[in-house]
């Protein structure tokens, strides 16, 4: 986990498409939606990335009825047109900048990335001091990782509009490229201060609130810039996830629905839809919402997954393999139908099977989550030292892959090897410190060894990561098995169960302190609603044992 907003996340951004609130009246801010390589962020020439900016208009210069003719045609469909309306506005005004920086935007529409820069360069030659072209300059500049160019259009653009939320949260992007972390947070900041009406700046900072794993934080930013921008896809997306997080499905569901009565046509809609119906346990409304999904676009690989994952949980093997055949044959040269493939031989342990399908989706795209799946299946087909191997290899050419790094850990604790687990959560802790996972799997796992170092790793999680109910859960349930303040522990477990009310364990662990602070009634309730389930869990002989007692 960071503890600011990485430059990975400045950069997605501007990968997805997205409107903009309406601006006020007598505002001459349009938004303006350009496609860059996606070459030049890192995601090889497959596709075109999204990166929506904005036009400061000067309405003598060119009404804004010119440049929404323009902007309206920005898309695949309608780019010669688009490009009609662009020259029209040129020979109008021969002499103006706005023209060729709407030639430009169009340019960048269809991936012509040469001639949109030689446009912009066009419209700064007649203006040095336009805006518009400024920042879009600056943008490719940081797309080519041009960041020294970049910083000083952003600078210049910010000299002559000391309140740019375009300008401020370029200056934003440019620090986090170069891992300047917390100058970039105080520049996302900054735009917010200097335009609280400003939603980008809200969403920056929801996003890194986000990924601290403080979703009470990000929901309230995220209801101020709804508050501003009622119909805001991107916000009403985030907040669905931020819902969810705090084990408020049923929220998530309706804030998505909203999200879908706005964009019918959204796979991505309907999958987020099916992911939340699919955590409240509906397997049918979730089926139908990822059905719908994959029906808008065919090639949706993670709608495609999860349903497949709802086939398999429902022990559907045959229709679980069909998608993932079906996924193989729409892309044969993309990885994601043979993993799916792999997990559902997994599922029915043919082994062998999987490790094969996840063969050759590593020869495709190798990863570490791929790795740490193919170690799951070699050990299953009793070929341990091949699988230790393959893991071992990969973490070699990956240190800081903290994920199959916390596999690995995981895998000796199962095993037996506390020195070895041990040593792997402090190597991902050396690396970053503020790594929530392993802060609190090292917790429990000292916890269960009676080290006493496991509280103070605890409080690390927690402080990081308060929203989190698995955190709050190991905190809690240090705090009531040493005694050393069981009152807070049994309020943060309270939090936990409340968040996370599906998750046996933590309702174990309530139920407990519940009875260890005199609570017998209470704790009866709960242990008989636990034990009501038949769900299989570590502690359920415990808690049988306890109801008895009580």
């Not at 490790?355 to 020869?363: D, F, N, P, R």
């Amino acid at each position: 986990m960071q503890d600011v907003v990485s430059m990975a996340v400045l950069r997605r951004r501007g990968m997805r498409e997205r409107r903009n609130a309406k601006a006020p009246a007598g505002s001459m801010r349009v938004a303006v939606v350009v496609a860059v390589a996606a070459a030049m962020i890192g995601f090889g020439n497959e596709a075109h990335g999204i990166i929506v900016e904005r036009f400061n208009l000067l309405p003598p210069i060119a009404p804004e009825t010119d440049a929404t003719s323009v902007l309206k045609k920005l898309s695949p469909n309608d780019i010669d047109k688009a490009f009609g309306e662009a020259n029209r506005v040129i020979r109008a005004k021969p002499g103006s900048p706005v023209g060729y920086n709407l030639l430009g935007a169009v340019y960048l529409t269809r991936g012509d990335l040469d001639n949109a820069r030689k446009s912009f360069d066009k419209a700064i030659s007649l203006q040095a001091d336009y805006r518009p072209a400024l920042l879009n300059l600056a943008e490719m500049d940081m797309a080519q990782e041009k960041y020294a160019d970049a910083e000083r259009r952003f600078s210049a653009v910010l000299a002559k509009d000391p309140k740019s939320v375009p300008a401020m949260l370029g200056l934003g992007k440019v620090e986090a490229a170069k891992r300047n972390d917390a100058k970039a947070l105080t520049w996302i900041e900054r735009a917010r201060e200097a335009d609280p009406n400003a939603v980008e700046p809200r969403i920056l900072l929801a996003i890194h609130s986000m990924l601290q794993n403080n979703y009470g934080a990000a929901l309230t930013e995220l209801q101020e810039a709804l508050r501003r921008s009622p119909d805001n896809p991107q916000v009403l997306s985030l907040m669905a996830k931020c819902n969810l997080a705090l084990g408020d499905k049923s929220r998530a569901i309706a804030t998505l629905k909203r999200l879908i009565a706005l964009q019918p046509d959204s796979p991505f809609a309907y999958y987020n839809l099916g992911a939340a119906q699919a955590a409240a346990g509906d397997r049918t409304s979730a089926s139908a919402s990822l059905k719908k999904a994959v029906q808008l676009r065919p090639d949706y690989a993670e709608a495609v997954s999860a349903l497949a994952a709802l086939e398999l949980s429902a022990g559907h093997y045959d229709e679980a393999l069909r998608l993932a055949r079906q996924q193989q044959t729409r892309a044969p040269k993309a990885p994601e139908g043979y993993v799916l493939e792999g997990d559902v031989l997994t599922a029915q342990r043919k082994y062998a099977d999987a490790a094969a399908a996840y063969e050759k989706a590593i020869a495709m795209r190798e990863t570490g989550l791929l790795t740490v799946k193919l170690h799951t299946a070699l050990v299953g087909g009793g070929q341990r030292e091949a699988a230790d191997t393959r893991l071992q290899k990969w973490l070699a050419a990956h240190p800081d892959d903290s994920q199959a790094r916390i596999y690995l850990a995981g895998d000796y604790a199962r095993r037996n090897m506390a020195p070895q687990a041990v040593k792997e959560y402090e190597a991902i802790l050396q690396r970053n410190p503020k790594d929530v996972v392993a802060l609190n799997n090292l917790a429990n796992f000292y916890f269960t060894q009676g080290d006493a170092k496991a509280l103070d790793l605890a409080e690390r999680a927690y402080a990081l990561a308060p929203d989190s109910p698995a955190v709050a859960d190991t905190l809690g349930w240090i705090l009531v098995q040493q005694g050393t303040d069981a009152t807070r522990g049994r309020e943060l477990l309270r939090k936990a169960v409340t968040r996370e009310p599906d998750n046996p364990e933590i309702r174990f662990h309530f139920a407990a302190s519940l009875a260890k602070a005199g609570e017998k009634d209470r704790a009866r309730e709960e242990l008989k609603r636990l034990l009501s389930s038949t769900s299989t869990f570590p502690q359920r002989a415990q808690a049988e044992t306890l109801l008895k007692q009580l």
